[in-house]
């Protein structure tokens, strides 16, 4: 019976249709990722910065998106924003935008730790040198921190691939909906549909994620020693 | 835009028996996830024959998947197989496969952070390994790994927001309920921060403060 079971998975266009969600998946991830980078570097900048009420804005910020779940905020933007904006937003952009924020958030705190674990000389050197604000980050701090922050930036990346497994609770048709699609099709045919789809979904989201955090593992024990 | 008063105290019963919900899962999920760790920690200090290699994919396997899928599988595909769990034990049994591996990695963490001097010392005093896990490396190795323990507590409570998606009625359900029953959109929501905000905001304070104690215990500062 389980062996009979497997077939739903080859069975007409179900795989392609399975790639194609998790293209969507995909696309959110990639998407989030850089946009949050991007983001996260302005953040840490400023979260390095002198002023101190900026810098406590920018703690506010990141422990917003570290005390309230993921979901919560998914469901905050996708239910509760177009009602107070009156207007309308659509599932992968909501999850885009939520993504970007946490990444952000997260990834100024990366930076943060980053340009913060830089010894004092460096900056003091280049003032010496007379770099002004914008030559100093460019060519001395970010350099080097970005050696620093690579392992915990994609170690972020990573839980990001996997929480956009969530992004089913918001009406996306990505890897997740498309493989209960599949199964509420056949399960009357195959009842062990539902195990095979499911065990396919942990794999393909295993397949992406180990390479990554393998990754990040070797160059965090490469750059201690 | 006025909030709708009296829908919030007709719905408040509901988020509240939601709440308990969500923290007596979340409270399972992580007690058994701390004897998993411990066991998984001691199995690979050790580098039990065997056991070791399954123990690493545990954690590999573990650590690089979404909770939702690991809860969808459990849930709607073992049953499949004859493995009929109810949601809850689902969940707790989800919860505490995620959390297994992150609390290993902690307490893992923590035993590599005491010296090899101080183990050696203790093996040519005489102690048996179990003596030398519970009065050597353990107490050393509590302060370091508490700072970790508490972020994945933390982190497992809040993972906890996924198990509305197997039928059980904790906070999203309700408020995904509330939303389409009512339309009170804003009001169920913005309950819905609250609540969450009541059940970390004190063990987040908690863990703050109990670093602080520890890391006073350890260093004096």
Sequence with gaps: MLNSGISVLTEGSNLLRLMGGLLITARIALIAIILGSLLGIIVGLVRTSKSRVLRFICRFYLELFRIIPILVWLFFVYFGVPGIFDIHLEGELVAVIVFSLWGAAEMGDIVRGALESLPKHQIESGKALGLNFWQLYRFVLLPQATRRMLPGAINLSTRMVKTTSLVVMIGVIDVVKVGQQIIERSILKEPTSSFWIYGFIFILYFIICYPLSKLSKKLEAKWES | ?221
């Design chain 2, 1 to 221: 835009m006025g909030i709708n008063w009296e829908f919030v105290i007709t719905a408040l019963p509901l988020y509240e028996k939601a709440a308990w919900l969500t923290l007596k899962l979340a409270l399972w999920g992580i007690l058994s996830s701390l004897v998993i760790g411990l066991l998984c920690s001691i199995v690979l200090y050790y580098k039990t024959k065997g056991l070791a290699p399954l123990v690493r994919g545990y954690i590999e396997l573990s650590r690089n998947t979404p909770l939702l899928i690991q809860l969808f599988f459990l849930y709607y595909g073992l049953t499949k197989l004859g493995i009929v769990l109810s949601e809850q034990t689902c969940a707790i049994v989800g919860l505490a496969f995620l959390g297994g591996s992150y609390m290993a990695e902690a307490f893992r963490g923590g035993v590599e952070s005491v010296s090899k001097s101080q183990i050696e010392s203790g093996l040519s005093i005489g102690l048996s390994n179990l003596q030398l896990i519970r009065y050597v490396i353990l107490p050393q190795a509590f302060s370091v790994t508490l700072p970790s323990l508490g972020a994945n507590c933390i982190f497992l409570l809040k993972e906890t927001s996924i198990v509305g998606a197997i039928a059980i009625p904790d906070l999203m359900h309700v408020t995904q309920d509330l939303i389409g029953m009512y339309y009170q959109t804003f009001e169920a929501l913005l309950m819905l921060v609250i609540a969450y905000l009541i059940l970390l905001l004190p063990v987040s304070f908690f863990l703050t403060w109990l670093e602080r104690k520890v890391r006073y215990a350890e260093f004096g500062n």
